[in-house]
């Protein structure tokens, strides 16, 4: 058996109250103790096409039933086991059909056969242990992530946003079968925006815990700080505002910022295509690359000349949360078979459908077929950008629309199925 355990922050979630669609798991079924939520694999390791067991084991310190909702990202095909008490709302979730009682920690069984294709995927987890006194009081919510690879041993690697070899110890690290780019082995960065703060590095007098020891400044004297007008972290290279003093707000111990009133512009910033020298090196857009097309047909040029970009080709409309065909809307027109509708990215029954837009309406939520806003990963125009996104792999990667790589948004969208569904079956 392989157990990973991850407790997530608790992500916007929804449940039913009365029978009646309302906002906030975590508002309704509150005052309770919060349950540990555990997933485990066997076999722990699969081939591509494989087959495992997953077990989701919750705690049961509210002394009650449990419920439970577990994805697969898209990926892969669950099957029901048998007297498990579960449901399938798509081939890639589960959750139970009514509440489960028996045990300290109460557990669900499924069966998963992996993709075809060997890689990392991972499972994510959302459930509430009640106390059974038939109201949501005296309720509590978790969660669990189990990042696993299929056809390869595995390697953990860490997201390493500035670039220094150390990953970020604030974001957990991924299942992965081989090295992946802007990844690394090592984890332990308290600050992944700033290359010169990692393990080990050596301590100077500023504001940041350099060595990442929890720290800040110890064992200095005072020195001279500049002035740091934006607050990045760097005082103007030319700038007469000093003082004495280590760790003082609003001043420190760099002064080579070219752009003092900008604090997106320091030494060892990302350089984008905005016309500016974003990393202070005398060179203007060097290495950054524009964008064009929208959704599906996003494509990223050779550098910041937007008539060196040549948007893709539009496809077929699909449920997928991505603008598959290149309109600027997503999921608009997008087939189901069986009748089915399509709700944020699944194709759901007519009934489950209708419940979770009735919970989406009563919160203000935005419609089932989204467009793409500014800044969302269907809009088109200039932009700065490491690659073009043409599949759903590194759509979820990149977190560019497709639904693997929305989390939070899944575990809400699970929790509307799984406590609805469990309340209808009450009724």
């Given at each position: 058996?392989?157990?990973?355990?991850?407790?997530?922050?608790?992500?916007?979630?929804?449940?039913?109250?009365?029978?009646?669609?309302?906002?906030?798991?975590?508002?309704?079924?509150?005052?309770?103790?919060?349950?540990?939520?555990?997933?485990?694999?066997?076999?722990?390791?699969?081939?591509?096409?494989?087959?495992?067991?997953?077990?989701?084991?919750?705690?049961?310190?509210?002394?009650?039933?449990?419920?439970?909702?577990?994805?697969?990202?898209?990926?892969?095909?669950?099957?029901?086991?048998?007297?498990?008490?579960?449901?399938?709302?798509?081939?890639?979730?589960?959750?139970?059909?009514?509440?489960?009682?028996?045990?300290?920690?109460?557990?669900?069984?499924?069966?998963?056969?992996?993709?075809?294709?060997?890689?990392?995927?991972?499972?994510?987890?959302?459930?509430?242990?009640?106390?059974?006194?038939?109201?949501?009081?005296?309720?509590?919510?978790?969660?669990?992530?189990?990042?696993?690879?299929?056809?390869?041993?595995?390697?953990?690697?860490?997201?390493?946003?500035?670039?220094?070899?150390?990953?970020?110890?604030?974001?957990?690290?991924?299942?992965?079968?081989?090295?992946?780019?802007?990844?690394?082995?090592?984890?332990?960065?308290?600050?992944?925006?700033?290359?010169?703060?990692?393990?080990?590095?050596?301590?100077?007098?500023?504001?940041?815990?350099?060595?990442?020891?929890?720290?800040?400044?110890?064992?200095?004297?005072?020195?001279?700080?500049?002035?740091?007008?934006?607050?990045?972290?760097?005082?103007?290279?030319?700038?007469?505002?000093?003082?004495?003093?280590?760790?003082?707000?609003?001043?420190?111990?760099?002064?080579?910022?070219?752009?003092?009133?900008?604090?997106?512009?320091?030494?060892?910033?990302?350089?984008?295509?905005?016309?500016?020298?974003?990393?202070?090196?005398?060179?203007?857009?060097?290495?950054?690359?524009?964008?064009?097309?929208?959704?599906?047909?996003?494509?990223?040029?050779?550098?910041?000349?937007?008539?060196?970009?040549?948007?893709?080709?539009?496809?077929?409309?699909?449920?997928?949360?991505?603008?598959?065909?290149?309109?600027?809307?997503?999921?608009?027109?997008?087939?189901?078979?069986?009748?089915?509708?399509?709700?944020?990215?699944?194709?759901?029954?007519?009934?489950?459908?209708?419940?979770?837009?009735?919970?989406?309406?009563?919160?203000?939520?935005?419609?089932?077929?989204?467009?793409?806003?500014?800044?969302?990963?269907?809009?088109?125009?200039?932009?700065?950008?490491?690659?073009?996104?043409?599949?759903?792999?590194?759509?979820s990667r990149f977190g560019c629309g497709y639904g693997g790589g929305q989390p939070g948004g899944l575990l809400a969208l699970g929790l509307v199925v799984a406590l609805m569904l469990a309340a209808r079956r009450r009724r």
């Amino acid at each position: 058996m392989v157990s990973g355990l991850v407790l997530l922050a608790a992500p916007r979630a929804f449940g039913k109250a009365n029978g009646l669609p309302t906002t906030g798991c975590d508002s309704c079924h509150s005052g309770g103790r919060a349950p540990t939520v555990t997933i485990t694999m066997d076999p722990m390791t699969v081939d591509p096409g494989g087959t495992t067991t997953v077990t989701v084991s919750v705690s049961t310190p509210n002394n009650g039933p449990a419920g439970f909702y577990l994805h697969s990202r898209g990926q892969g095909s669950f099957m029901e086991v048998a007297g498990q008490g579960t449901r399938l709302p798509t081939s890639a979730e589960v959750t139970h059909a009514s509440p489960k009682r028996g045990g300290d920690p109460v557990t669900f069984q499924v069966k998963w056969t992996a993709p075809a294709m060997k890689g990392a995927y991972s499972f994510e987890a959302a459930a509430v242990s009640a106390n059974g006194n038939g109201a949501p009081s005296g309720d509590a919510a978790g969660h669990a992530l189990l990042n696993f690879t299929v056809g390869c041993p595995g390697i953990d690697v860490y997201v390493d946003q500035d670039g220094d070899g150390y990953g970020s110890m604030k974001i957990p690290p991924i299942r992965a079968c081989e090295p992946l780019a802007g990844y690394v082995l090592k984890g332990g960065d308290c600050d992944d925006y700033h290359a010169f703060v990692h393990p080990g590095a050596t301590e100077v007098c500023n504001e940041f815990d350099d060595n990442c020891d929890g720290n800040v400044n110890e064992g200095l004297q005072p020195t001279t700080l500049y002035k740091d007008g934006d607050g990045d972290g760097h005082g103007a290279r030319f700038t007469t505002d000093t003082k004495m003093g280590c760790n003082l707000a609003g001043y420190t111990a760099l002064h080579d910022d070219c752009d003092d009133q900008n604090k997106e512009i320091y030494p060892g910033a990302k350089e984008v295509c905005n016309n500016k020298d974003d990393n202070c090196n005398a060179k203007i857009d060097e290495g950054a690359k524009t964008s064009c097309g929208v959704g599906w047909c996003r494509a990223v040029a050779d550098s910041c000349t937007s008539t060196a970009c040549t948007p893709g080709m539009p496809r077929q409309e699909e449920c997928n949360l991505i603008d598959d065909d290149c309109d600027g809307m997503i999921d608009n027109n997008a087939h189901c078979e069986n009748g089915r509708v399509c709700v944020l990215g699944r194709c759901l029954n007519s009934d489950d459908a209708t419940m979770i837009t009735m919970s989406m309406a009563g919160d203000g939520g935005a419609p089932i077929s989204t467009p793409g806003g500014p800044g969302s990963p269907t809009t088109g125009g200039a932009s700065s950008d490491g690659g073009a996104v043409k599949t759903k792999s590194q759509a979820s990667r990149f977190g560019c629309g497709y639904g693997g790589g929305q989390p939070g948004g899944l575990l809400a969208l699970g929790l509307v199925v799984a406590l609805m569904l469990a309340a209808r079956r009450r009724r």
